[in-house]
């Protein structure tokens, strides 16, 4: 058998074989990266519910040290006097975060106006929903 009647029987794949085989790759990318995205919204909520746990606990934990009881101003003050290591932060540096809303909205910790609650907000990004956090209702979803 010579190398002429070798090469013209052998078998290979068709341009149609190809491009079914191309289109089929692609699909199952596109479903993929679709899951991923899904999972790493997902992994990120689930970022800004601990990080608003961990701020929920410095600011019990702020409120039990002070006479007569009373929240911050600002949650800076939380890292000054080192009840969290440093302020958290959006996992994607969405504007806006974490929201801290002293309560009521005029309080200056000063005698007769002390901070006596708070609201902590953020957006997630599954649903858009917002996640609302106050001392009474710790666990509200809005």
Do not use: H, W
Not at 2 to 30: H, Q, R
Not at 82 to 97: E, H, M, S
Not at 106 to 127: A, G, H, L, Q
Request: net charge negative.
């Amino acid at each position: 058998m010579s190398i002429d009647n070798f090469l013209k029987n052998k078998s290979a794949f068709t341009y149609i074989e190809l491009l079914i085989v191309v289109t089929v790759i692609l699909v199952m990318s596109g479903v993929g990266m679709v899951s991923f995205s899904s999972f790493s919204q997902k992994s990120r909520d689930n970022r800004r519910r601990t990080d608003i746990e961990m701020i929920r606990n410095a600011l019990n934990l702020y409120y039990s040290n002070q006479v007569g009881g009373f929240y911050p101003t600002s949650l800076n003050v939380l890292v000054n006097e080192g009840y969290l290591d440093q302020r958290p932060t959006d996992p994607i540096n969405r504007p806006g975060g974490y929201g801290y809303l002293p309560l009521p909205l005029t309080c200056t910790n000063t005698p007769n106006n002390f901070c006596t609650s708070y609201r902590i907000d953020t957006v997630f990004e599954v649903d858009d929903s917002t996640y609302t956090v106050r001392p009474e209702n710790i666990d509200s979803l809005q």
